[in-house]
C-alpha cells in the first residue's frame, strides 16, 4: 500500500510539472501511444481503464477506438488537460476522474483492458498496485504496462534510480524487466508479449521539467558526468553539440488475465 505521505508528494511533483509533462514527446508522441493501443490490439466493444492516466494521452488514444474509456489519476491538474483535449476532440466515451491506484473504484472484473504508462516506477507498492490492475479487469481480459526500466544489475540499478529520486523525489525505483514480469506473473496474469524502446531526454531539458533544486540538480549532473566516464547505470549518456544527453530504457508488457 502506497503511504499517504508518497501519494501527497506525487500530487505536489505533477500539479507543479503538469504542464510540462503533458508537453512532453515521450508522453505526447503519437507514435508511441499507438504502438501500445496495436500491441493491445483492444475489441471496438471493450471497457478500458487508465490508471494514473496524467494527460489522457492514452486514455484518448483509446477512446477513438473501443466503446468505453475511463481515465484516473490521484492528481487533478493533469486531469484538468485531460478533459480539455476531450473536449477540443469532441470524444463522449472517455470520462477522467481522481482515482487511487491502490484501491480502484470499480467492481471485479469490470473492465475489459487496463492500462498504465509510466507510472509504476512511482509507485512504492508495485505489487499490490498490479493487483488490483488485475482484479478489475475480467478473466481472459488484458492488462498493459508500459514504464521505464532499470539495468538487471541491482548496483547499476540503484544508482540509475538515485539519480532518477534526486530529479523528482516522487520517483521510487524503475524495475528490471524480469522484476516487471514476475510481479505481473504474481498477479495471475500472462504476458504474452514485450517490446522495448528508450527516450533520449537532454539532461537540461530534463532537470528544467521537474523543476528541481539546484543543489539536487547540481548532484544530479555530477552522477550523469560520471556516468559518462564509468558506465555505473546503462543510461550511457554522451554529448552532442555540447550539450548531455542519457537514454532510458522503456518497456511495455502486455499480458493476459489469467
Known amino acids: ?54 494527460p489522457g494521452y492514452l486514455a484518448l488514444a483509446f477512446a477513438e477506438r473501443c466503446k468505453r474509456v475511463v481515465g484516473i ?7 484538468a ?31 475489459d483492458v487496463v492500462v498504465s504508462r509510466f507510472a509504476i516506477h512511482h509507485m512504492q507498492s508495485p505489487a499490490s498496485i498490479i493487483a488490483e490492475f488485475a482484479r478489475v479487469c475480467r478473466n481472459g481480459g488484458t492488462v498493459a504496462i508500459e514504464d521505464l526500466l532499470s539495468s538487471e544489475h541491482p548496483a547499476r540499478s540503484s544508482y ?16 528490471p524487466l524480469t522484476e516487471l514480469i514476475s510481479l505481473m506473473t504474481a498477479a495471475g496474469l500472462e504476458v504474452t508479449g514485450i517490446y522495448t524502446g528508450s527516450l533520449t ?12 533544486p539546484p543543489a539536487e540538480a547540481k548532484k544530479v549532473r555530477e552522477m550523469i558526468e560520471r556516468d559518462l566516464n564509468e558506465d555505473l547505470s546503462g543510461a550511457r549518456p554522451f554529448r552532442q553539440n555540447g550539450e548531455l544527453y542519457f537514454r532510458q530504457t522503456t518497456a511495455a508488457l502486455v499480458a493476459r488475465k489469467l
Open 1 to 54: 500500500m502506497e503511504s499517504a505521505s508518497h501519494k501527497q508528494l506525487i500530487q505536489q511533483e505533477f500539479t507543479r510539472q503538469a504542464e510540462a509533462f503533458a508537453a512532453s514527446p515521450s508522453i505526447s508522441d503519437p507514435d508511441r501511444l499507438r504502438r501500445l493501443v496495436e500491441a493491445v490490439n483492444p475489441d471496438p466493444a471493450a471497457s478500458v481503464l487508465d490508471v494514473a492516466c496524467g
Open 160 to 175: 540509475q534510480n538515485e539519480f532518477e529520486r534526486l530529479r523528482d523525489p516522487s520517483h521510487v525505483r524503475a524495475l
Open 73 to 79: 489519476d490521484l492528481t487533478p491538474a493533469p486531469l
Open 201 to 212: 531526454p537532454s539532461l537540461e531539458r530534463w532537470l528544467a521539467n521537474a523543476q528541481t
Open 81 to 111: 488537460i485531460a478533459e480539455q483535449m476531450r473536449q477540443s476532440r469532441h470524444l463522449e466515451n472517455v470520462a477522467f476522474q481522481i482515482g487511487d491506484a491502490d484501491h480502484l473504484a470499480f467492481t471485479d472484473g469490470e473492465f
